[in-house]
């Protein structure tokens, strides 16, 4: 399948019409970060907003998805992880002592080895069901059939995210509606779940032709994607919608804690790296030097375990304003994020994408 600019056209109109929008631009759900403010200012111009509530209990799900509605009536997104194998806790692992000398360098007591789960995905799923979310979007695998059979009998338009052209048809015959491909640009978790993420680095200039031939859905390109240049030459690639999540985190709805958002101004465009040390799961963000140590000296405990052992230490970084020790997701075109209001943001990103696309330039 060849790509040309009136199929692209055709394409996106069909899933802005399926997602329930004006355009198929969607603002990423990034847990942690996206709050109802940024994803109703992203829904109110026309796209469609998202909120990653993957580590939130059902009640807090419940609040947030309340909260998009009181500030817009258009359709929004909200994300999940898969749900994952629970991993055995390891007392012993040599983790706990790396933590704890970053512990006291904050003057905190030691860390406590405990293990940590993420919400029961059902309640979590409960919660979404009960919230008017027109869409549900899900990475790190595949929910089980009879949860997408649950979703798709109340009428929710299902999206998965896949890393190479094997997860997108893995998540074609699980019957999604859209697949997001994540490019090894992307800030934020690698979503790989069919292999070593190491084999699935694919740049979103290569992984998005080649999903598009392979699969017969609508194919949203996300990674690197920052603002009309990016859009319009995914749209080329033969995406019919795009998904940014780095292009929104300096916006003043963004929940980035301040230390956060001056490391990303202050970021160098080599300055991110694909990282375990903060949640067990490789994850792109800002390297730093607790980042880089964790790497070197002991292996991450597995995910979510390693999140829940930094979960202190990240809670009182963020409390002090000291960007050493938080997770600071990014992806790789960090450089080109803007402090620009998100409906703003919005409306810009997806004029110029149009303006390349008509021949503007
Ligand atoms: C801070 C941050 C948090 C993220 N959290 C999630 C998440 O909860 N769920 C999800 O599906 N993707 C998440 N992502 C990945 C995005 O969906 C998307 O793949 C990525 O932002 C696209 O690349 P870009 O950051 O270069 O635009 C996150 C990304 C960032 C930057």
Redesign the pocket.
């Known amino acids: 399948m060849t790509s040309s600019p009136q199929s692209s056209a055709l394409a996106s109109a069909r899933l802005a019409a399926r997602l329930g929008v004006e355009h198929a631009f969607i603002q990423?759900?990034?847990?942690?970060?996206?709050t109802p403010e940024m994803a109703a200012a992203v829904s109110n111009a026309g796209g469609l907003g998202s909120l990653?509530v993957?580590y939130l209990p059902p009640d807090a799900v419940r609040q947030l998805a309340r909260r998009v509605r009181e500030l817009t009536d258009r359709p929004f997104a909200l994300?999940l992880?898969a749900p994952q194998p629970a991993p055995a806790l390891d007392a012993d692992s040599p983790m706990w002592g790396v933590l704890a000398r970053a512990h006291a360098t904050l003057g905190l007591e030691p860390p406590r080895p405990s293990a940590w789960s993420l919400p029961p995905f059902d309640e979590q799923v409960d919660a979404v069901l009960e919230s008017d979310a027109r869409v549900f979007?899900?990475?790190f695998g595949i929910p089980p059939a009879s949860v997408l059979a649950r979703l798709r009998a109340a009428g929710r338009v299902l999206l998965g995210?896949a890393t190479t052209v094997h997860e997108a048809r893995l998540l074609e015959a699980a019957g999604v509606d859209g697949i997001?491909a994540?490019?090894s640009?992307?800030?934020?978790?690698r979503?790989t779940f069919a292999g070593p993420f190491e084999d699935a680095m694919v740049g979103t200039l290569a992984l998005v032709p080649q999903m598009v031939d392979a699969v017969g859905l609508p194919v949203v390109a996300?990674?690197?994607?920052?603002d009309g240049r990016g859009i319009a030459a995914a749209r080329l690639l033969g995406a019919a919608g795009v998904?940014?999540?780095?292009?929104f985190?300096l916006c003043p709805e963004s929940g980035?804690s301040e230390a956060y958002q001056a490391a990303l101004r202050s970021a160098r465009e080599d300055g991110t790296g694909v990282i375990r040390a903060f949640s067990g799961r490789p994850a792109r963000g800002l390297v730093t030097d607790f980042s880089r140590e964790v790497e070197a000296s002991a292996a991450p405990l597995p995910f979510p375990l390693q999140h829940g052992a930094t979960t202190p230490l990240r809670a009182a970084a963020a409390a002090r304003g000291d960007a050493r020790f938080l997770a600071m997701?990014?992806?790789?075109?960090v450089t080109l994020a803007r402090r620009v209001p998100a409906g703003e943001l919005t409306r810009a990103l997806v004029a110029d994408a149009e303006r390349r696309l008509r021949g503007g330039g």
């Open positions: 990423a759900p990034m847990a942690g970060v996206s990653g993957g994300n992880f979007s899900f990475t995210t997001v994540q490019g640009e992307a800030g934020g978790h979503g996300s990674g690197g994607l920052m998904q940014l999540g780095t292009a985190l980035a997701w990014a992806g790789q075109g």
